[in-house]
């Protein structure tokens, strides 16, 4: 006898936990004073939780959501204000940090702060093929040939940035290019312009 083929439907997720009312719903005082992390921020190096500051029920149409202020630290960073989590309360993706450990998670913050600041640039060269056509476009209008191709970075807007945007002339410490890299098939790429 063969055994039965399970198929899935559905879309596939990578949370790990519990939701947030699940867990302040246990807690003495709704678990203000407590830390909690989201598994899907573990993936960095850098130790990113929250310290539940302000916690507010909802109505009973929105059983599984609950509004939570809290003190958040993203990558070793503590963010200036209060963050207000209400939109992914309901993730199964919260874990709360025992007691006995929270010590030592707010002490490995400490040891992030020597790393350099990292300062992305406000602007990035053209693509290849969008010079030739600039260029094929200004000859066919008769204007004067352009020579700078650069253009500006548009980052989204995010208060978990850690990274700052350089400031007019301000030199930035990473670099991006446009280019290949380094290709994983090679051969893919001979005879191709860079």
Request: hydrophobic fraction near 35%; aromatic fraction near 8%.
């Amino acid at each position: 006898m063969t055994s039965p083929v399970i198929k899935y439907v559905g879309r596939t997720t990578d949370f790990k936990g519990k939701s947030l009312w699940e867990i302040i719903g246990s807690l003495k005082n709704l678990g203000v004073g407590r830390i909690v992390v989201r598994s899907v921020f573990e993936r960095y190096p850098e130790p990113s939780f929250m310290k539940i500051v302000k916690v507010e029920t909802c109505p009973d149409e929105e059983r599984r959501r609950v509004r939570v202020w809290v003190e958040k630290t993203f990558r070793g960073k503590p963010l200036p204000k209060l963050t207000e989590i209400y939109r992914t309360s309901y993730k199964t993706d919260y874990k709360l940090i025992p007691k006995n450990e929270e010590a030592k998670l707010l002490a490995s913050v400490n040891n992030v702060h020597n790393h350099p600041e990292v300062i992305l640039p406000n602007s990035v060269e053209m693509p290849p093929l969008m010079k030739k056509f600039i260029i094929k476009d200004h000859e066919n209008k008769g204007l004067e040939i352009v020579t700078d191709f650069t253009m500006p970075i548009s980052y989204n807007h995010s208060p978990n940035r850690v990274k700052r945007i350089a400031k007019g002339d301000e030199k930035p410490t990473a670099q991006f290019s446009m280019g290949l890299g380094t290709p994983a098939s090679p051969g893919l790429y001979e005879g191709v312009l860079s």
